[in-house]
C-alpha cells in the first residue's frame, strides 16, 4: 500500500493537474468513482496507473470487478495519499491516471458527421465539459475544439463532461478556418450561436435545423468575434423571452443541439 503522500510518485500524480504537465506526459488526471467506471467501460486502454482506498473498492464492488475483468492493476493509497493526488477535496476514492487519446481533426470528418460542435476561444472548464457532455447527450458525433479552447484534459473539465469524454470524439487544438472548409467538405453547414444572429424558431420553422450541422460555440465573455462569423454560413440566437439577462454558455448550446437532434431525427 502507498501511505506517503509526500513521495516522489504521488507528486508525479498530482502535478498532472497542471498543463505543462499534462502537455509532457501525455497523461491526465480521473477521479471519482463515476469517471473510472466510464474509462473502463468504453476506453480501458487509456488508464495507466489507477490508485484507490480499500474503503472504496468494497463500497463499489462493481466497479472493483470491472477493472479486474479489464485487466486493470489496482494500487492501493491511504486516504492521505489519495488526496494529495487529487485536484478536488473529495476525490471519492479513486485517482487514475489516464493517457490522453484525442481524435484528428480528419478521421471526425472522414466518419461524415451529422451533428458536431466547434468550440473557439472556450475558456471556461466547467462550460466546456458541459457541453462536451451535452454534445453527447444529444446524439453528436464529435466536438472539435480549436487552439484557444481550454484544455479538454483540464481536471475540472474532465469533471464536468461526467464520463462524455470517453464516448464522443473529442478533437484538439484545430484551426478554425481549416474546421469551417473541411465541414463544408463533409456536407455540414456551419451555424454560429451567436446574439446578433437570426431567431431559431424560424430556423425550426423552416426546416434548416434538420440539415447536417457543425453549431459554432464562442467566447463565454465576448462571443464570436468578427472573423469566426464571417467564416460560418449563418448565424442563430436562442430568444430571451423572460428577463434574464442572457443564457450561460453551456446552457445555450446545449438547447442548440439538441434543437438539430431533435430536427434532425424528426426528418429522418
Keep these: 500500500m502507498l501511505e506517503n503522500p509526500r513521495s516522489p510518485r504521488v507528486r508525479a500524480v498530482a502535478k498532472l493537474a497542471r498543463r505543462d504537465a ?9 477521479e471519482g468513482p463515476q469517471a473510472v467506471r466510464e474509462a473502463v467501460a468504453y476506453a480501458p486502454d487509456v488508464i495507466v496507473e489507477l490508485y484507490a482506498t480499500p474503503t472504496a473498492l468494497e463500497k463499489h464492488a462493481d466497479l472493483r470487478a470491472a477493472l479486474v475483468d479489464a485487466g486493470v492493476d489496482i494500487e492501493f493509497v491511504t486516504e492521505p495519499v489519495l488526496e494529495s493526488m487529487a485536484d478536488t477535496v473529495t476525490p ?13 481533426v480528419k478521421d471526425v470528418f472522414a466518419a461524415e458527421p451529422k451533428l458536431i460542435a466547434i ?45 462524455s ?13 481549416d474546421v469551417v ?9 456551419v451555424v454560429a450561436a451567436d446574439v ?14 434538420a440539415q447536417p450541422t457543425g453549431w459554432l460555440f464562442g467566447n463565454e465573455a465576448r462571443g464570436l468575434d468578427d472573423e469566426a462569423l464571417a467564416l460560418a454560413d449563418g448565424a442563430l440566437r ?5 428577463r434574464a439577462e442572457s443564457l450561460n454558455l453551456a446552457t445555450a448550446a446545449s438547447v442548440c443541439l439538441y434543437e438539430t437532434a431533435f430536427a434532425q431525427r424528426s426528418a429522418g
Design 22 to 30: 499534462r502537455k509532457e506526459t501525455g497523461l491526465f488526471l480521473l
Design 92 to 104: 471519492q476514492g479513486f485517482v487514475a491516471v489516464a493517457r490522453q487519446n484525442p481524435t484528428a
Design 119 to 163: 468550440c473557439e476561444e472556450v475558456r471556461d472548464p466547467g462550460n466546456l465539459g458541459t457541453i462536451i457532455r451535452a454534445a453527447d447527450a444529444a446524439g453528436a458525433d464529435a466536438v472539435v475544439l480549436t487552439g484557444r479552447t481550454v484544455d479538454p484534459y483540464n481536471p475540472k473539465v474532465v469533471r464536468s463532461t461526467t464520463g
Design 165 to 177: 469524454l470517453f464516448h464522443v470524439p473529442v478533437a484538439v487544438n484545430a484551426d478554425l478556418a
Design 181 to 189: 472548409v473541411r465541414a463544408r467538405a463533409a456536407g455540414l453547414r
Design 196 to 209: 446578433k444572429g437570426d431567431d431559431l424558431l424560424a430556423a425550426r420553422q423552416d426546416g434548416t435545423l
Design 238 to 242: 436562442l430568444p430571451i423571452y423572460g
